[in-house]
């Protein structure tokens, strides 16, 4: 079973034998899932009329049975403004949008299920990424560029995520692969790839707080413990393997 607020976007999936449901933060209906399920939680923060809310709680508590396990997918955004992290690094949100998502995952901690929190880089793939936004001009560089970024590709991500599910592994864990880098290091390499122009530079305060990020993620460690290899362990496989 699978979920979305527009379940016209999951036809593929719908196509491929799976079941689509309605679901949405605002709906106060029952979240009808088997005793014993397997369940991956992958609602972000969303915007409402008053600021970013968060509905983790309002959800578990609409569950119809209490899943085996519950896998959340949240964000290195949890980190704040800690440059490098690892599965040691404790989280300290700075924006309350960060608040939000680690008072997520502390609700799912909780539970009396079998639990795992999974902490992404920016995610990257076919349709989704820097070659896309460069392609159609969308992107800016933050000052210089020098800030660092991670990234994971879906496919990575989705390997990680079913293991994730499968095991009894606990506790939370930051994903990325094994080349954390400059904006302008992978700017050029799409530029080179692409053959488009280098983005402009702006002032960073002028840019969404998720692309002012500086973070250089380990995400070794979950990997071990799943027994995940990386399809694509650096940008400069994905990015060609996603155009």
């Known amino acids: 079973m699978v979920t979305a607020r527009d379940p016209a976007s999951l036809q593929d999936l719908a196509r491929l034998g799976a079941r689509v449901h309605l679901l949405d933060a605002e709906t106060r209906s029952e979240i009808a899932i088997p005793r014993g399920a397997l369940v991956l939680h992958s609602i972000p923060v969303v915007d409402g009329p008053s600021g970013p809310r968060e509905a983790t709680a ?3 508590a609409r569950f119809t049975a209490e899943p085996l396990r519950l896998v959340y997918l949240s964000t290195t955004g949890v980190y704040g403004a800690q440059r490098d992290v690892d599965e040691h690094t404790r989280p300290a949100p700075v924006t309350e949008r960060e608040g939000l998502r680690l008072a997520a995952e502390e609700e799912v901690l909780r539970g009396p299920w079998s639990s795992l929190v999974l902490r992404p880089a920016a995610i990257y793939g076919p349709g989704r990424g820097l070659q896309v936004s460069m392609r159609a001009g969308r992107f800016r560089l933050a000052g210089q560029g020098d800030n660092f970024v991670s990234r994971i590709h879906v ?3 989705a390997a990680v995520v079913e293991a994730a599910l499968l095991s009894n592994v606990a506790g939370a864990y930051p994903v990325g692969d ?8 992978i700017a050029e390499f799409c530029s080179r790839m692409l053959n488009v122009p280098m983005p402009p530079s702006v002032p960073q305060e002028v840019l969404p707080e998720t692309r002012r990020a500086d973070r250089r993620v380990d995400g070794r460690a979950i990997r071990a413990r799943l027994g995940i290899t990386l399809r694509y362990p650096t940008y400069r496989e994905g990015l060609p393997a996603s155009v």
């Open 58 to 60: 309002q959800l578990i």
């Open 178 to 185: 094994d080349l954390p880098c400059t904006s302008r290091e």
């Open 155 to 157: 496919e990575d991500l």
